[in-house]
Nanobody, 119 residues
Framework: QVQLVESGGGLVQAGGSLRLSCAAS????????MGWYRQVPGKQRELVST???????NYAGSVKGRFTISRDNAKNTMYLQMNSLKPEDTAVYYC?????????????WGQGTQVTVSS
C-alpha cells in the first residue's frame, strides 16, 4: 500500500523549533514534487512550502526565512525544519507528493500531524 506518513509534530513554545518528516512507502517508482501544507479549523488548507525532485524550493511569505524544506530522494523522505515558531504557525501540517507507482502517477496526502505553538 502506497502511503505518506508524517511525524515530528508536537507542542512547542513560541521561538522554539520542530522538525517534521514525511516518509513515502510502498511500491513507488519515483517521487516528483513534494510539499507541506497546513490547515487551521474553519480555514482552507494553505501552502507552506514545496520542493522539486531536483531541489528547487518555494515558500509561503509567512514562513520564508524561518522554515526550511529538504528531501532525501534515496530515502523517499521529505523534511520541514521550522525555527522561530509563532503561535500563528499552529495548525495540522500535511505532507503532499506526486508519486509514480504501478498505477501511474497521482497526488497523495499524508494523514497530518498537529503542530501547536504556545505563546
Amino acid at each position: 500500500q502506497v502511503q505518506l506518513v508524517e511525524s515530528g509534530g508536537g507542542l512547542v513554545q513560541a521561538g522554539g523549533s520542530l522538525r517534521l518528516s514525511c516518509a513515502a512507502s510502498g511500491s513507488i517508482f519515483s517521487i516528483d514534487a513534494m510539499g507541506w501544507y497546513r490547515q487551521v479549523p474553519g480555514k482552507q488548507r494553505e501552502l507552506v512550502s514545496t520542493i522539486t525532485r531536483g531541489g528547487s524550493t518555494n515558500y509561503a511569505g509567512s514562513v520564508k526565512g524561518r522554515f526550511t524544506i529538504s528531501r532525501d530522494n534515496a530515502k523517499n523522505t521529505m523534511y520541514l525544519q521550522m525555527n522561530s515558531l509563532k503561535p500563528e504557525d499552529t495548525a495540522v501540517y500535511y505532507c503532499n507528493a506526486v508519486l509514480f507507482t504501478l498505477r501511474g502517477s497521482r497526488d497523495y496526502w499524508g494523514q497530518g500531524t498537529q503542530v501547536t505553538v504556545s505563546s
